[in-house]
């Protein structure tokens, strides 16, 4: 009787194919999954596992977990998508009844990440528009109001510190002091909200047009930052660092754990968007190639990024470096009243020894103003997110010809891929909704509009003095164990509750072959074996890590300080 039951869903699911519309051509659904994969975390979190993680030498268990847990499960959510043709929630509801929290478990978490992701694409507005300034408001500090001078909380820390932290942000010293919404950012969060709306408003329709541009334009400012960043003074410097592998890096367990973590959120799984953009799919789709292509576009975008964020890197690096050494040349000709041109930046160490040698009681009273300029610790300083994307590479970019030229390419590229990811966000939203009969019957506009104004709403407590800290929360919090979960729950329930055979026979029908081998044995033995080994992973750290505490900004000493974090 279960089973009779559970082929009348199917056959329900299998009818109503014909009423749902699909996207124009492959192509389109190509370019969605490739605008949705390819994120902000390639530009801003794989760079940093890379210069965690030994260089090139994280490459190694990066691919291995790609071919191991990343294409399997993609595959896996591409292929029930288009069966079912249905959202996550009638999906998993049309495999087994029990199974719809799964769907709704999906939906919540994309709910989740709707309402904080697109406030770094108002981040992104904001920085944007002060790009087209005479001069970029970061490259200084302002003046006090006094107009004596700099304003001192600026000089403490620097310029792109102060503008994020204190311009952008307005952030408060604690998570527990609260003020008004910053109007600036508001606005900016507006605007991303009505873009993302004009970019769903007719659902698939729409979509599958604005996918062209935001899965593609993204390349091309990548191409010219590749092109611009490799003839920066230092570059090179980075580029080796990247490439240079440490070795000994593969015999840490947190190597392998953090390149598992970076395949299974980079490609987005379990947030059910893979899931609503497969059912809009025809029938007879070949997703089987379409899912081997999106995932390693994806994962050959982190390396090429990681290229461009390396040469950046080399560029700072070798300037602070050369600035460090600069300062300390200075500090020599003065104190030993030295002619201008006896020490350069090429003889800067041998002078400093050969002074300490010859005049060890004199050195000793400057030793304390010495700084250890070092381009390897340069290089070896490791920025994420937020960090790296509005404080680092603003900083490099302050120090290039036509800074505010590369400064709009560099907000416009962080903007189409943050925007790309919104579509699949908003969409694992709206399409399973779509699918239960009270909302079937609103248009896209109106259902797309309702999704959008929701999460706008509640999106603008991250605009206050201490949203930065709920921001930091969600994004740490709020998808993590969640999307794990799902994911065990979906590649259990396909292998041993659903069946194998019976899921190859409905890959057979769709594609007219069934499954390699490869693929039966990651998803019923590899995958949900990595996937519990991550899940406990997590578990252990949050148990281990004690009372959960946040970094909050200190505007006396003009950095980040450690709070519990009360709940």
Known sequence: LFNEKKNKRLQEADMDKGARPNWDNPMQFVLACVSYAVGLGNVWRFPYLCQLHGGGGFLIPYLIMLFLEGVPLFYLELAIGQKMSLGSIGAWTAISPYLGGVGLASVVTSLYLCLYY???????????????????????????????????????????????????????????????????????????????????????????????????????????????????????????????????????????????????????????????FASYNQYNNNFERQAIIVSLINSGTSIFASIVTFAIYGFKATVNYENCLERTRLLLLNAFSLAEDSITMDTV????????????????EIADKLENCDLESELDTAVEGTGLAFIVYSEAIMNMPLSQLWSVLYFIMLLLLGMGSMLGNVTAIVTPLRDFKITSRMSNELLNGLVCLFCLLLGLGFT????????????????????????????????????????????????????????????????????????????????????????????ELVSYGFFLLHY
């Not at 160490?349 to 000793?364: M, R, V």
């Not at 041993?496 to 019976?502: A, F, L, T």
């Open 349 to 364: 160490f041998d002078w400093i020894e050969k002074l300490n040698t010859t005049y060890p009681q004199q050195f000793a």
């Open 464 to 555: 206050t003095p201490s949203g930065n800290y709920w921001f930091t929360m969600f994004n740490d919090y709020g998808a993590t164990f969640s999307l794990l979960f799902i994911v065990l729950i979906e590649v259990i329930t396909v292998s041993y509750i659903y069946g194998i055979k019976r899921f190859e026979k409905d890959i057979e029908d769709m594609l007219g072959h069934r499954p390699n081998w490869y693929w039966k044995i990651m998803w019923s033995v590899t995958s949900p074996v990595l996937l519990i080994a991550l899940f406990i992973f997590y578990i252990i750290n949050y148990i281990k890590g004690g009372t959960p505490t946040y970094q909050a900004w200190n505007k």
């Open 118 to 276: 697109n406030i770094i694409n108002a981040w992104s507005f904001w920085y944007l528009f002060h790009s087209f300034q005479s001069v970029l408001p970061w490259a200084d500090c302002p003046i006090n109001s006094n107009r004596t001078g700099p304003i001192e909380e600026c000089e403490r820390a620097t310029p792109t510190q102060y503008f994020f932290y204190r311009e952008t942000l307005d952030i408060s010293s604690s998570i527990e002091v609260n003020g008004g919404i910053h109007t600036g950012q508001a606005l900016c969060l507006v605007l991303a909200w009505l873009i993302t709306y004009l970019f769903i408003v007719r659902g698939v329709k729409s979509t599958g047009k604005v996918v062209y541009f935001t899965a593609t334009f993204p390349y091309v400012v990548l191409f010219i930052y590749l092109i611009r960043g490799m003839t920066l003074h230092g570059a090179i410097n980075g580029v080796k660092y990247m490439f240079t592998p440490k070795m000994e890096q593969l015999a840490n367990p947190t190597t392998w754990i953090n390149a598992a973590t970076q395949i299974f959120f980079s490609l987005g799984l379990g947030f059910g968007s893979l899931i609503a």
